[in-house]
């Protein structure tokens, strides 16, 4: 039997929205879930005091203080670097065995279950540097975790940006680093914003090597060489430890709430930058 | 920058390129054939011919942009006022700001129409505010663009028409204040009145730049060019003055290509 070119048609474009449906149903489903349960125990005294009695009571300000500088710390390293190594690869080198072997070991790098990079962290900066259970251990490993994020997604927008402009500025009597400067960079920049985006996204919500490396102390974090416990991690331990469920999903629904509103200030931005320009 | 109206920039030396025994390769592939011609100062040279016949080949090659392809490779000589440009002791980027260059596409940069015109002011260090405003306005009255544009600087140059765009382009060349404008059929994608903008522009540039125009189109070759070129498969067929290339061309191909038998 063959079905009329309309009627296949139908059949896909329903199947298409089947799917969008179910995609859409189960993540609001996940937020709403949470929000839930969790926030009837937001208010002021849960952000802005400090936990009691191991996080059964009080609040979280501390591990909001550090699932903060955290990424900052991760981003702040890795983001020049895999910038920086995304450049070079497109613009000053020429496709070789080298920089599809780098490229290969970025991808490879990629997969690798985030808690060998914590195992890494840990027996690395923690014991062999030194730097001990430490927001710095933990925002130099998570830096490695997303470094190959970043180098792919800037090297992608990097390529999507039209030979023309570099013509067009070279012509004018730009240097290459001028054209990569001005110009490369720039257009590039909504892609690279993304790349930065998903390694912050990484990062709050990264659990494993966090715990490995920057640890899981309750105490407000005065450097980056203290110990702290992010939200990501509060919540593994409240809940696994079943000290406050309620304390949990609040925990949750703030690590939601901060996603959200991040991505949504990247994108803002983004936008407002591209307007500007065309 | 001087020279942008000036026309200080013609030496003694009435030839601005001499190119000898001139060959290109993309790799294996040779473009063009030890091309051999002067090109005279401070005139329009058009360069025809079908396509694939090298005329942008020889374009790049004159303000150096092949070097961007990592397997350009060039014999011969280029002498620009008699130094060799692929000499040792030439800077392409120093070179290239004395050679301005029109693309087939309009192609703005993704910035202010402003920005787009002081890119090239702003590498050569021109920093005073007053001084690129004079060398905005300056480039785009010669562009014939001033008055369409003067109240929206800070309009981004891709919200303009086709045709304003390439004569944005156009005076975004001439803000260099180069000695010589190559043109790579600048009038491809525009419409005939736009066309007839960028050729009326042309016409009033030569007395101070050497330009040398890279056209599809033959009849625009014979109403602005002083000197005409023709290409074929990477050889220069013929060279000479516009009037007897299109009425008594000395070689049957020319012939045959300006009276539309082929190409």
Request: charged content about 20%.
């Amino acid at each position: 039997m063959r079905l009329s070119p309309r009627l296949t048609q139908a059949f896909v474009v329903s199947l298409l929205g089947l799917a969008t449906a179910v995609t859409l149903v189960i993540l609001i489903f996940v937020i709403v879930f949470i929000l839930r349960k969790g926030l009837p125990a937001i208010d002021m005294e849960f952000l802005f005091t400090k936990p009691q009695d191991m996080g059964r009571a009080g609040g979280i300000l501390p591990t909001i203080v550090a699932s903060v500088l955290l990424p900052l710390i991760a981003v702040a390293i890795a983001a020049p670097l895999g910038v920086s190594t995304a450049v070079y690869l497109t613009e000053y080198t020429r496709e070789s065995r080298v920089t599809r072997l780098i490229r290969f070991g970025a991808d490879c790098l990629a997969g690798i279950p985030s808690i060998l990079f914590g195992l890494f962290g840990f027996i690395f900066f923690v014991t062999i540097l030194q730097m001990g259970w430490s927001l710095l251990s933990g925002g130099l490993t998570l830096a490695l975790m997303i470094l190959p994020t970043i180098i792919r997604t800037t090297e992608e927008a990097i390529r999507a940006v039209p030979n023309s402009y570099r013509e067009v500025s070279t012509s004018l009597g730009a240097t290459r680093f001028r054209t990569t400067a001005k110009v490369v960079l720039p257009n590039a920049l909504p892609g690279i914003v993304t790349g930065i985006m998903l390694g912050v996204g990484r990062s709050i919500g990264e659990t494993a090597a966090v715990i490995f490396t920057a640890g899981s102390s309750l105490r407000m974090p005065s450097s980056i060489f203290d110990s702290a416990r992010t939200m990501s991690v509060h919540f593994y331990i409240l809940a696994r430890e079943g000290l406050s469920s309620e304390k949990a999903y609040g925990t949750a629904a703030v690590l939601i709430i901060s996603v959200l509103a991040v991505n949504m200030v990247a994108y803002g931005l983004m936008n407002r930058f591209i307007r500007k320009r065309s | 920058m001087e020279g942008l109206y000036s026309g200080e920039t013609m030496g003694p030396m009435p030839v601005k390129f001499s190119i000898q025994q001139l060959s290109t390769f993309y790799g294996s592939v040779q473009a063009l054939r030890s091309l051999s011609m002067d090109v005279a100062t401070n005139r329009i040279l058009g360069v025809i011919g079908p396509a694939g016949s090298g005329k942008t080949s020889f374009l790049r090659t004159l303000n150096r942009l092949n070097d961007l392809l990592p397997d350009f490779r060039v014999e011969g000589r280029v002498l620009l006022d008699g130094s060799d440009i692929y000499g040792p002791d030439t800077d392409p980027v120093l070179l290239r700001r004395r050679i301005g260059m029109v693309f087939a596409m309009p192609v703005p940069l993704p910035m202010s129409i402003y920005e787009n015109l002081v890119y090239g002011p702003k590498l050569t260090g021109i920093r005073d505010y007053q001084r690129l405003g004079e060398i905005v306005e300056k480039s785009l009255r010669a562009a014939y663009l001033w008055d369409e544009v003067k109240d929206r600087l800070n309009l981004p140059a891709l919200r303009l028409s086709g045709g304003q765009q390439q004569r944005l382009c156009l005076a975004r060349t001439l803000a260099l204040g180069p000695e010589v404008i190559l043109l790579d059929e600048p009038s491809s994608g525009l419409d005939p009145i736009s066309t007839a903008r960028i050729e009326e522009a042309l016409a009033e540039l030569k007395s101070s730049y050497t330009i040398i125009l890279v056209t599809n189109n033959t009849k625009q070759a014979s109403r602005v060019a002083d000197e005409t070129a023709f290409f074929l498969m990477g050889e220069l067929v013929e060279i000479g003055p516009t009037e007897k290339i299109f009425t008594a061309p000395g070689d049957s191909r020319t012939e045959d290509y300006v009276t539309g038998r082929f190409g």
